[in-house]
């Protein structure tokens, strides 16, 4: 079974870095992709990150290019999102959550909506102060 866990958020800085995580306490996470989405408050989730099964593509919403980087754990059970130049938009409750799709994270057009995913973790908040 699927149990997802993120920890890494706090209070940062614009312009600070910041690494959160996501486990798979159920260590089951080398046969499905892994997404990230924020929700801000008053606001719907949106899709941030996600990685392939094998760590091998990735896809990033246009609110992150070039900021935040998603990666694998070697033993796969763990994904990461690191965040650089952090802006106070990305302020909000980061979650990760997989998607079983066998197509998933395959092609450079994933953009998965958060009904796509299932096993939501309980987020994590991130706050970016100016």
């Known amino acids: 079974q699927i149990q997802l866990v993120e920890s890494g958020g706090g209070l940062v800085q614009a312009g600070d870095s910041l690494r959160v995580s996501c486990v798979d306490s159920?260590?089951?996470?080398?046969?499905?992709?892994m997404g990230w989405f924020r929700q801000a408050p008053g606001k719907e989730r949106e899709f941030v990150a996600a990685?392939?099964?094998?760590?091998?593509?990735?896809n990033y919403g246009d609110s992150v290019k070039g900021r935040f980087t998603i990666s694998r754990g070697d033993g796969k059970n763990t994904i990461y999102r690191q965040m650089t130049n952090l802006k106070t938009e990305h302020t909000g409750l980061y979650y990760c959550?997989?998607?079983?799709?066998?197509?998933?994270?395959?092609?450079?057009?994933?953009?998965?909506?958060?009904?796509?995913?299932?096993?939501w973790g309980q987020g994590t908040q991130v706050t970016v102060s100016s």
């Open positions: 959550a997989a998607d079983l799709r066998a197509a998933a994270c395959k092609y450079s057009d994933y953009v998965p909506t958060a009904g796509q995913l299932h096993s």
């Open positions: 990685i392939s099964w094998s760590g091998a593509n990735t």
């Open positions: 159920g260590r089951t996470f080398g046969s499905f992709a």
